[in-house]
T-cell receptor, first 113, second 109 residues
């Protein structure tokens, strides 16, 4: 009955080899978020979608891209992963509005060899 | 810029002891504050938010605008409270969150 599903749970890629992480939701929420979380650090927002409107955080590297083909799915593309991109990537969803609850997926742990 | 500070990386207490996890924030407007929790091998989930003024699993948190704090409290800790706790802030007009670095709470029998 998971409402926000991330696949895969673990992803290993090679330095410089493009990788895509996926997120799907059954909540019909109009906002979807991608966070990066490194060890012992806070989740850091990379970008989010209000419906189809893409909002990039100012300090998100160009190496990170996202696609949202429909309400249910959102993808995180890392064009040329570096060793510093190894992290847990969290997807979350919410309805639009201040103070609304975000619902998180279990995360994808990315390793870069 | 908005910022959330959780000064303690680890808080270790005995079962039945009172718990206070500290959270301070920096934001020029009127923020919304949250506590999210991550139990072992589970996903990050909402514990409580100040807008609801509720008590969840015995935890409460009061927004103190004068001290810019939103400390999480529980009078008697239980072993099942052991988890990672994140304080988070949402700025006025936005639904995005800024997280603190988190505090690991360990409750020993």
């Amino acid at each position: 009955d998971a409402m926000v599903i991330q696949n895969p749970r673990y992803q290993v890629t090679q330095f410089g080899k493009p990788v895509t992480l996926s997120c799907s939701q059954t909540l019909n929420h109009n906002v979807m978020y991608w966070y990066q979380q490194k060890s012992s650090q806070a989740p850091k927002l990379l970008f989010h979608y209000y419906d189809k409107d893409f909002n990039n955080e100012a300090d998100t590297p160009d190496n990170f891209q996202s696609r949202r083909p429909n309400t249910s799915f959102c993808f995180l593309d890392i064009r040329s992963p570096g060793l510093g991109d190894a992290a847990m990537y969290l997807c979350a969803t919410s309805t639009r509005g201040v103070g609304n609850i975000q619902y998180f997926g279990a995360g994808t742990r990315l390793s870069v060899l | 810029a908005q910022r959330v500070t959780q000064p303690e990386k680890l808080l270790s207490v005995f079962k039945g002891a009172p718990v206070e996890l500290k959270c301070n924030y920096s934001y020029s407007g009127s923020p919304e504050l949250f506590w999210y929790v991550q139990y072992s091998r589970q996903r990050l989930q909402l514990l409580l938010r100040h807008i609801s003024r509720e008590s969840i699993k015995g935890f409460t948190a009061d927004l103190n605008k004068g001290e810019t704090s939103f400390h999480l409290k529980k009078p008697f800790a239980q072993e099942e409270d052991s988890a990672m706790y994140y304080c988070a802030l949402s700025g006025s007009g936005y639904s995005t969150l800024t997280f603190g670095k988190g505090t690991m709470l360990l409750v020993s029998p």
